[in-house]
């Protein structure tokens, strides 16, 4: 399979156009997006010379819509690499979800609602030196109320206790595995779950990134711990055929064609 790369320098940068991003993950696992459009990387940032023109207002919201969508793309896509990738290597322990108790953070107020949570996977980092997370905020779509989800790994220090319904004092259970508490964290309640299907549970995650985040503008659409690997990406130029003609059919896991107003593709995961 033919590759193109870019490097970049303060004096050069070579440009060059492809329609295929191949990404492939720890296990040896490939996730090939194919484009009917082409693609450019490498381009110079340039001041757009008709940056002082007029536009009409419809396609300025049509412009701002399709900045949305690649940012809600983006966003999900990276979250579903970074989960699925270091977990092959490190597997994830714990799903977890987070919520906040008013009386303690504005779950409303994303400027207090972030310091408080950093506090504590700083807290949680020091009690677990070896701590891996990642954690995307949800807002609720009507109250605007935030909460975490999460997943988790190297936590031998946390304190879980088993769920238990508080009317009737029977283990709380979903889809047949039980529901712990984390003691760890005092600023409003918890649920936690144990991590049995990787590649679940990495799009899974994704799934809270919704279009209410993205409009929020939130300075950051999701956390993660440092030390986090990506996937290697390499980029080609395929029409269709020659594509197909390349991949090992009985190694595709799903094929979906996916079209919206603003592009249309095909993706293969493999």
């Given at each position: 399979?033919?590759?193109?790369?870019?490097k970049?320098?303060?004096?050069?940068?070579?440009?060059?156009?492809?329609?295929?991003?191949?990404k492939?993950?720890?296990n040896g696992?490939?996730?090939?997006?194919?484009?009917?459009?082409?693609n450019n990387?490498g381009f110079?940032?340039?001041?757009?010379?008709?940056?002082k023109?007029?536009y009409?207002?419809?396609?300025?919201?049509?412009?701002?819509?399709h900045?949305?969508?690649?940012n809600?793309?983006?966003t999900?896509?990276?979250i579903?690499?970074?989960?699925?990738?270091?977990?092959?290597m490190?597997?994830?322990?714990?799903f977890?979800?987070?919520?906040f108790?008013?009386?303690k953070?504005?779950?409303?107020?994303?400027?207090?609602?972030?310091p408080?949570l950093t506090?504590w996977?700083?807290?949680?980092?020091?009690?677990?030196?070896n701590m891996?997370y990642?954690?995307?905020p949800?807002?609720?779509p009507?109250?605007?109320?935030?909460h975490?989800?999460g997943?988790?790994?190297?936590?031998?220090?946390?304190?879980?206790?088993?769920?238990?319904n508080p009317?009737?004092?029977r283990l709380?259970?979903r889809?047949g595995l039980?529901?712990y508490?984390?003691?760890?964290?005092?600023y409003?309640?918890t649920?936690?779950?144990?991590v049995?299907n990787?590649e679940?549970?990495s799009?899974?995650?994704?799934?809270?990134?919704t279009?209410?985040l993205?409009n929020?503008c939130?300075?950051?659409?999701?956390?993660?711990s440092?030390?986090?690997?990506?996937p290697?990406?390499?980029?080609?130029d395929?029409d269709?055929?020659?594509?197909?003609?390349s991949?090992?059919?009985?190694?595709?896991?799903?094929?979906?064609?996916?079209t919206?107003?603003?592009?249309?593709?095909i993706?293969?995961?493999i």
């Amino acid at each position: 399979m033919g590759v193109s790369r870019y490097k970049s320098d303060t004096n050069h940068l070579t440009i060059f156009s492809y329609n295929t991003k191949v990404k492939t993950y720890a296990n040896g696992d490939k996730s090939i997006e194919f484009h009917s459009y082409i693609n450019n990387k490498g381009f110079p940032k340039v001041k757009d010379k008709c940056s002082k023109l007029k536009y009409d207002k419809d396609e300025i919201e049509k412009s701002r819509e399709h900045q949305k969508f690649k940012n809600l793309y983006r966003t999900k896509q990276a979250i579903i690499d970074l989960a699925y990738h270091n977990g092959i290597m490190i597997p994830w322990e714990y799903f977890v979800t987070l919520t906040f108790d008013d009386k303690k953070v504005n779950a409303n107020n994303y400027d207090t609602l972030s310091p408080a949570l950093t506090k504590w996977l700083n807290n949680m980092k020091h009690q677990n030196p070896n701590m891996r997370y990642i954690l995307a905020p949800e807002p609720h779509p009507k109250s605007g109320r935030i909460h975490f989800h999460g997943i988790f790994a190297n936590v031998p220090n946390w304190k879980l206790t088993e769920a238990r319904n508080p009317h009737t004092g029977r283990l709380i259970k979903r889809n047949g595995l039980q529901i712990y508490n984390l003691a760890n964290y005092k600023y409003g309640y918890t649920t936690v779950s144990k991590v049995t299907n990787l590649e679940a549970v990495s799009v899974y995650i994704s799934k809270y990134i919704t279009k209410e985040l993205i409009n929020l503008c939130y300075k950051k659409r999701y956390w993660c711990s440092q030390g986090l690997e990506r996937p290697t990406i390499e980029y080609a130029d395929f029409d269709e055929e020659t594509l197909m003609f390349s991949i090992d059919k009985d190694k595709i896991k799903n094929k979906y064609k996916k079209t919206t107003e603003f592009s249309k593709s095909i993706y293969l995961q493999i």
